[in-house]
């Protein structure tokens, strides 16, 4: 049966901006304040000098010199809130506040000669493949929120708001009439030649273009429905529900601190789901249980509920991994005076028991909340302040995809200003942090997916699919 939670709080009594200047940078040395305090957006009294210490940032670029276009692969999609790449598919999957599931499908064509997938076209298939509106409360900011695959593409996981105004996550079984190709052909073999022969033009045996087979819409199995969380939760703000598939195959849960999580410190509370990031196996699920703890989790033998990977979060609206290297980047978008967008490396754990730090901290600034505050908070690498035209930090992948000077950047955007954004970093220490090209319009950035190869595609609140290229 599904877990039900309603969150114990202890009392103890969106509008962003990108960092309005890059870290000095020379030769791959940067200067980091050893013991400065952090400065108040508000508090202009000169702060006095302080010793230095140089940190090497290592070789490489010290800044991004690449820019980049956003070319629309698809429209239509009412109030959208979320995007997916279905594993193994090429498709990517839309939902909407409604509660309706959409598929594109990325007709592509295996090249011969370049040994590599090539797109030529997208198709979106006509009405949603799924719909779940009866159960979804869309007013506010609820709605269906989040959504991904297990590994191997069979088991569709959705995040929303139900009419209670609880948080669910729930599984279905997908399947598709006719499955995706096993192998990609290969290439054929070159003819033999003879030492001497002389040089002569054959004609072509085959084209160099393979067209792989179109995959007809996938079907989603409505009766195995399995409720894997259900969060009690108050008001109708602050929810994130972003889902994620980590490249350990489990399925990582966001969850928005409750509108009182300044007073409450529900984030802090480890036997609260709320303001925290979830990590659980729906592969490990048995006749008692939907799905199985994860050894690794910081509470799995108790101290904590056993689903907490990492807490201290306002509103963990996106997070990805990057997938050359599994380090964690979360953009908490918050709702006070700042978001950020937290660097949780794998050398530290990616997120393994990490205390993003509200309401002790808002930011880099101090929170509602300082009392009590441990000393092991994450200092976040980038963060945006609410005042201006700027809001909530929508954050997205780290490139891997076929530009070469944009790899490694972390891409992310703002959805007030529909800004796309670059971030460069290494070795945790912040080289770079500017626009980098499409500008999406107002109130639209709300979510980023990354397909198979390593490319990056944005869902606007208008209901628009842009894919991102080199500018």
């Known amino acids: 049966m599904a877990h039900q939670y309603e969150p114990r709080r202890k009392r103890t009594g969106h509008a962003f901006r990108a960092l309005a200047g890059a870290v000095a940078v020379a030769l791959g040395i940067t200067l980091v304040a050893c013991s400065a305090p952090e400065k108040s957006s508000t508090d202009e009294t000169p702060q006095a000098t302080t010793p230095t210490t ?46 309706a599931v959409r598929v594109i499908e990325i007709q592509t064509a295996w090249n011969l000669e370049l040994g590599q997938t090539q797109r030529n076209g997208f198709k979106t298939y006509p009405g949603a493949v799924f719909d779940i509106s009866s159960d979804v409360a869309s007013d506010g900011e609820r709605g269906l929120l989040g959504i991904a695959f297990s590994t191997d593409a069979r088991s569709l996981f959705l995040s929303y708001v139900n009419k209670k105004g609880e948080i669910v996550v729930a599984s279905w079984n997908v399947s598709d009439p006719v499955p995706p190709p096993v192998t990609i052909p290969a290439p054929p073999a070159p003819g033999p030649t003879v030492p ?26 409505a009766g195995s429905k399995r409720t894997l969380l259900t969060i009690a939760r108050e008001g109708t703000t602050n929810y994130s529900g972003q889902l994620t598939l980590g490249r350990d195959g489990f399925l990582y849960i966001g969850v928005g601190d409750s509108p009182n999580g300044g007073v409450e410190k529900a984030a802090q509370n480890p036997e609260s789901l709320l303001g925290k990031i979830l990590r659980i196996d729906p592969g490990g699920a048995t006749l008692a249980d939907p799905y199985a703890i994860p050894p690794g989790n910081p509470f799995a033998a108790g101290g904590g509920a056993p689903q907490i990977w990492s807490l201290g979060a306002q509103n963990p609206l996106r997070f990805s991994f990057d997938r050359a290297n599994g380090n964690m980047w979360v953009a908490d978008a918050g709702r006070v005076q700042f978001s950020e ?43 945006a302040p609410s005042n201006g035209a700027n809001c909530p930090v929508i954050g997205g992948f780290v490139y891997r995809g076929s530009i070469t000077e944009l790899q490694g950047v972390y891409i992310y955007g703002d959805f007030c200003t529909g800004t796309v954004k670059g971030l460069l970093q290494r070795k945790g220490v912040l080289l770079d942090d500017k626009a980098i090209g499409p500008q999406l319009g107002t109130n639209s950035i709300v979510a980023f997916a990354e397909d198979n190869q390593g490319e990056l595609y944005i869902v606007t609140a208008g209901g628009s699919v842009q894919r991102l290229v080199a500018g």
């Open 54 to 99: 140089a940190v090497d940032t290592g070789t490489g670029p010290t800044s991004i010199s690449k820019t980049m276009l956003a070319t629309e692969v698809a429209g239509g999609f009412n109030d959208a809130t979320n995007i997916v790449s279905r594993p193994m598919r090429n498709q990517l999957w839309v939902t909407q506040r409604s509660g």
């Open 196 to 221: 001497g022969a002389p040089t002569t033009t054959a004609a072509p045996t085959s084209t160099t273009t393979q067209v792989l087979p179109v995959i007809p819409a996938p079907v989603v199995d």
């Open 341 to 383: 967008i937290d660097y949780l490396p794998v050398s530290s754990g990616a997120g393994d028991g990490a205390n993003l730090g509200w309401p002790y901290k808002d930011g880099k600034e101090p929170g509602p909340v300082t009392e009590g505050a441990p000393s092991s908070l994450v200092t976040p690498i980038a963060v």
